[in-house]
Every structure is written in C-alpha cells, then in structure tokens.
C-alpha cells in the first residue's frame, strides 16, 4: 500500500518526509504532496476549532493502491469531543492527522523528537483505521485509542501482530 501525505497549509520542513520514512509494513514507498483546502469552510467559530469530518470531506478519493493522509497543524474537533488528533473513513483509505494537541511540554531537541514520534504514531493510527482496522486492546499496538498526547507515548508507531494480520489479509 502506498502512502501519499498531503500538506494541508503549512507543514514543517522535513516534517512529511521522517513521518513517510517511519511509516511501518505493509506501507511501501509513498509521496508527499500539498493540497489546497479551505479551512474558512469548516471553521467552527464558537469553538474556534475546525470540524475534522468537514475538513476530511476536502481531501479526495484515493486513486487503487493508495492511502491518502493529510497532515495539519490546525486545532480540530468532533462534536461529541473537545479535540481529536486525526480523522479518517474506516476503509476509506483517506484520513487527516493535526499535531495542534500533540506538542510535548518543554522544548528543545527532546521535545522535537518526542512530536515526531506522536505524529508518526497518530499517522499510523489514522491510516490503520483507512484501512479498514477499528481500535485495540494491546496497549502499546498503534491502534490502541489514546485520548491525551502522553497516551500515544505509550503506543509504538507500528501494529500488533492480530492488526498486522488483519490489516494484510485486507490487502
Ligand atoms: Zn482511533
Ligand atoms: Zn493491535
């Protein structure tokens, strides 16, 4: 399966290709592309959050043996939650990731590596769900739901072996 990371606004340098170059099996390959979204359309002003299932709706339908994840820094959220760090259609192969939440506290190269990994790690959930695979109970499995940015410290940005199984037998 090939991944195209798309860069909705402004993507830090370098960002999209460590993110693409972590991505786990059965990801092979990949691009890393820009797509004009407007955020004005799904812009909540009360919450001055932009809706993620708005947001998601922008991003197009992935051409036969691709996975569409966009990557953005805007603050989104779902109705029912107070923030949410990605989106996706369950085995739509399309999905958006946000790293507005998921900044560590502190600075520095720690810090900097600490996001990179969560943002790896929430780009693998998203695209785990786009493949078609729902949450996990191993804690550590990518797919393993993480309401706060320590949790996804708590996940490796790769599968359990039984959402392994499922997300190849899927292919
Ligand atoms: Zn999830
Ligand atoms: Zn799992």
Redesign the pocket.
Known sequence: MNVRLLALGDVPPRLAETVLAELPRPYVGGEIGRLAVSLERCYDRTRAQVDAACLIEQVPQPEPGWLLLGLTGVDLFMPALTYVF?ISHLGGRRGIVSWFRLHPDGKGPDAASVLVRRITTEVV??SG?AMGLV?CVVPDCA?H?SLWPEGVDLKRPDYCPACLATLNASL
């Open positions: 990605g959930h998203e769900h949450h797919m739901r």
